[in-house]
């Protein structure tokens, strides 16, 4: 019985976080309130806090869980440099785009993440960090650190340029900048 409870409560919290992530990237972290989150969980709130010292804690899991599976869904591209291509030209797609609840928590969160308290940003650092490794060693193989430099740049190229192409309310133009930024990626990649 203690162990099909332990069980249980793993499986129910990975549930938690799971819908957290997506809601926090649709909505905000702001955007959503516990209640939101327990009910998007079906469950009640008086169960929160059987899982999560606070909002804040849970935040810092999402954020960490997110990039975690961000990191171990690059497994699943081609190799080197050609999956690397794969990965801008997903990463800035009008679907990516207009689904941020199923997309990348930097992209949808990192202005909130800025914000957030020193537990949410070492989750987020940690991550950060992973995503640049895996670019890097994608860039060069024989030498990933000689490539870290420009793995930061295209990190921060495609998150950027994600992230104005949600800010904009003209389409043509946001598919513009979408497409614009596959071009600059590909090119900064040579």
């Given at each position: 019985m203690v162990r099909?409870?332990?069980?249980?409560?793993q499986v129910t919290r990975q549930r938690?976080?799971?819908?957290?992530?997506?809601?926090?990237?649709?909505?905000?972290?702001?955007?959503?309130?516990?209640s939101t989150l327990m009910s998007d969980a079906g469950l009640t709130n008086g169960a929160f806090y059987a899982h999560f010292a606070s909002k804040d804690d849970l935040v810092a899991h999402v954020v960490a869980e997110e990039l975690r599976t961000q990191?171990?869904?690059?497994?699943?591209?081609?190799?080197?440099?050609?999956?690397?291509?794969?990965?801008?030209?997903?990463?800035?797609?009008?679907e990516h785009r207009d689904h941020p609840g199923l997309g990348c928590p930097s992209a949808a969160l990192l202005?909130?993440?800025?914000?957030?308290?020193?537990?949410?940003?070492?989750?987020?650092?940690d991550?950060?960090?992973d995503i640049v490794e895996e670019i890097a060693a994608r860039l060069t193989p024989e030498n990933p650190r000689s490539a870290r430099g420009r793995a930061i740049g295209l990190f921060t190229m495609v998150v950027g340029?994600?992230?104005?192409?949600?800010?904009l309310s003209d389409r043509k133009f946001s598919d513009e900048v979408l497409d614009q930024g596959i071009e600059n990626a590909l090119a900064f990649m040579r």
């Amino acid at each position: 019985m203690v162990r099909y409870a332990k069980e249980h409560k793993q499986v129910t919290r990975q549930r938690i976080i799971e819908k957290a992530g997506h809601r926090f990237k649709q909505d905000g972290i702001d955007g959503s309130g516990i209640s939101t989150l327990m009910s998007d969980a079906g469950l009640t709130n008086g169960a929160f806090y059987a899982h999560f010292a606070s909002k804040d804690d849970l935040v810092a899991h999402v954020v960490a869980e997110e990039l975690r599976t961000q990191v171990a869904s690059y497994g699943t591209l081609r190799p080197g440099r050609p999956g690397l291509e794969d990965f801008v030209r997903e990463y800035l797609s009008p679907e990516h785009r207009d689904h941020p609840g199923l997309g990348c928590p930097s992209a949808a969160l990192l202005d909130e993440i800025g914000r957030c308290g020193d537990e949410t940003k070492h989750a987020y650092t940690d991550g950060a960090r992973d995503i640049v490794e895996e670019i890097a060693a994608r860039l060069t193989p024989e030498n990933p650190r000689s490539a870290r430099g420009r793995a930061i740049g295209l990190f921060t190229m495609v998150v950027g340029t994600l992230q104005l192409s949600r800010a904009l309310s003209d389409r043509k133009f946001s598919d513009e900048v979408l497409d614009q930024g596959i071009e600059n990626a590909l090119a900064f990649m040579r």
